[in-house]
């Protein structure tokens, strides 16, 4: 409010000391016309109130009030000042709607993807989501947990291919399938083939034959991380490989078989998911992510070096990782990601 204030007394201030061929007066409109850029209505009418109150007391003070040109001055005056309100008053409304449009869009988004329980038997866990459209809350990658009747924590990471609302609605249905038989002890070959049928499914249901195509698919891993067992059981759908850090050092879990992702059952040449089993032993951390991570470029086009960062991140607490991993990674692209990203950090604690 200084900025309009000041130019409304420096120009009522200079008018009136200036020779009389010289008017400053219709540099007034100038303060109503700033205040509406951070102000509402109120502010808005009351700056303009001020600004022709100011142009009143010029004409009084040149004795020049009741002449044409004065008057003009005023009525043209009153006149933006009304519009400059009414232009407020239609925008705090639009800002209203889109408010509770966000409001209820966020809230639909956070129950799609939940975030990750703190604890869940020997694991301590923390997620991060950064989507690439600054606005959304989801975008197409997606991580889940769920707790099984037999002791263990089961996670999903994915990246559904493509942006934009329709990676949103597989992401979501990934999810709900993950959630509805990932509890149950049907094994991960069982529960990958279960959500390579659901995905499929909805992809051709109301498609013929010729409209079929094979462009809707999610990389994905799942995991299965027994409470009794060091052990970490794992199906990788195309995915990145998960880091597992211990003592300083960076070890890929890079699975026997890397199967095609999920939505492409068909063209697999296995006839089942294959598990591959790594050792995860107390203090032990994994960084599960997805390919917006390692393929965010800096200025000069060079790939986020995870591996590299990460080997100083063990020890650390997966609070502290998924914290350091958002801090360097947005400073290497400088604020902009080019698309979403996710990571999930789990570390066993000791018995």
């Keep these: 409010m200084v900025i309009p204030l000041g130019l409304i007394v ?47 007391v010029i004409g009084v003070a040149r004795g020049v009030l009741v002449t044409a040109n004065i008057q003009a001055q005023i009525a043209a005056l009153v006149l933006v000042s009304a519009l400059l309100v009414v232009l407020c008053l239609v925008r705090d409304r639009r800002e209203q709607e889109l408010y509770r449009v966000r409001s209820v869009a966020e809230a639909a988004q956070r129950v799609l993807l939940q975030p990750l329980p703190r604890r869940s038997g020997p694991l301590q866990i923390a997620d991060l989501y950064l989507p690439a459209e600054s606005e959304a809350e989801m975008g197409g990658d997606l991580y889940a947990a769920a707790r099984t009747v037999m002791g263990s924590t089961r996670l999903l ?61 999610a990389t994905a891993v799942l995991m299965d991380v027994p409470d009794a067992e060091p052990v970490v059981h794992l199906v990788s759908c195309g995915h990145p490989p998960p880091l597992l850090l211990r003592r300083q050092r960076v070890i890929p879990l890079e699975p026997e078989v890397s199967h095609v992702p999920i939505g492409l059952g068909t063209l697999s040449p296995f006839p089942d998911y294959e598990v591959t089993t790594f050792p995860f032993e107390p203090d032990d951390l994994l960084l599960l992510y997805t390919d917006g991570v390692i393929e965010s470029r800096n200025a000069e086009g060079e790939f986020f070096p995870l591996a590299e960062r990460a080997a100083a991140w063990s020890g650390k607490d997966p609070d502290e990782v998924v914290r350091l991993l958002r801090t360097e990674l947005m400073a290497h692209v400088r604020g902009r990601l080019e698309d979403d990203v996710a990571a999930v950090a789990l570390r066993r604690r000791p018995a």
Excluded: Y
């Design 157 to 217: 990471v994915g990246d559904v291919r493509g942006k934009g609302l329709p990676a949103i609605s597989h992401a979501a249905l990934l999810l709900g399938a993950f959630r509805a038989a990932a509890h149950r002890q049907a094994t991960l070959p069982r529960l990958a083939i279960h959500l390579d049928g659901a995905l499929r499914w909805d992809t051709v249901q109301w498609r013929t034959d010729a409209e079929v195509t094979d462009e809707s698919f």
């Design 10 to 56: 420096v120009v009522c201030v200079v008018d009136i000391l200036a020779p009389p061929h010289i008017h400053l007066g219709p540099l007034l409109v100038a303060a109503p016309a700033l205040t509406v850029a951070f102000a509402g209505a109120r502010l808005t009418a009351l700056v303009g109130a001020l600004a022709v109150a100011a142009q009143v």
